[in-house]
């Protein structure tokens, strides 16, 4: 999920270091966009064998993403199965502050068998501070506010997308999510490598941030059938 040029850069440079451990392999394909992507021709992205989508849906508490309804209606008439997700800015508000922002703005979740549940994406500050000024510890108990609200109000917990160097960084490498949130893992390589700790697997994997279709190119780790089940909760 590129947040800007410098989140890029950072990102590429991090994810070279990660050590190879599991193959990729042909399961069903998905992308994650925002504004940036602009208008997306959806119909032709489901032709090309896409079966999901995450689209941005805001920011911190003072942005939402201008494309997010188009997008999130597109993915829906085009019969993908699709998902918010949230740019956490964790110097700025709590993560229930945040949470619940995402909830009010697109990041809510039904069992309806065509709604992912909502993504938290944690990683690289834009504003180059590391770790956003937080220690380890406050970092996992930021995380683990925003989890806690939005399991409550929606009965699942949300996905945490990140790389395994900024979670370890960053949190300390807590295996404190690994029992309770799904994982989408960045790693641009032609295999995943090493998970943040707890996390026998990911669920997603952010592979590429180019690719045949608009945003960043994912995979999920299972079967379709796999992938409607994560839908129902």
Excluded at 129 to 145: F, H, K, P, Q, T
Excluded at 161 to 181: I, P, Q, R
Excluded at 218 to 223: P, W, Y
Aim: contains cysteine; hydrophobic residues 35%.
């Amino acid at each position: 999920m590129r947040y800007s040029a410098l989140s890029s850069l950072l990102l590429t440079a991090a994810l070279a270091v990660a050590s190879p451990t599991v193959v990729k392999r042909a399961n069903p394909q998905g992308i994650d966009i925002s504004n940036y992507q602009g208008t997306v021709d959806f119909n032709t992205v489901k032709a090309n064998g896409v079966s999901f989508v995450y689209i941005k849906a805001t920011e911190g508490t003072t942005f939402i993403d201008s494309y997010f309804s188009s997008h999130y209606v597109g993915a829906t008439n085009a019969g993908l199965i699709r998902g918010a997700y949230h740019f956490a800015h964790p110097d700025s508000s709590s993560g229930a502050t945040q949470a619940n922002y995402f909830l009010a703005h697109g990041g809510g979740w039904s069992s309806d068998g065509i709604t992912l549940p909502g993504a938290l994406d944690i990683e690289y500050n834009p504003s180059g501070a590391e770790c956003y000024g937080l220690s380890a510890s406050s970092m996992v108990s930021w995380i683990r506010d925003f989890s806690n609200t939005y399991q409550s109000a929606t009965g699942v917990y949300p996905v945490i997308y990140t790389t395994t160097d900024w979670w370890t960084t960053c949190t300390g490498n807590s295996a404190s999510f690994a029992s309770t949130n799904p994982l989408w893992i960045a790693h641009y390589a032609s295999s995943i490598g090493t998970l943040p700790a707890g996390w026998a697997y990911t669920t997603f994997w952010q592979y590429a941030d180019s690719g045949a279709d608009p945003g960043d190119q994912d995979e999920f780790n299972g079967s379709l059938q796999g992938l409607k089940n994560l839908a129902l909760g």
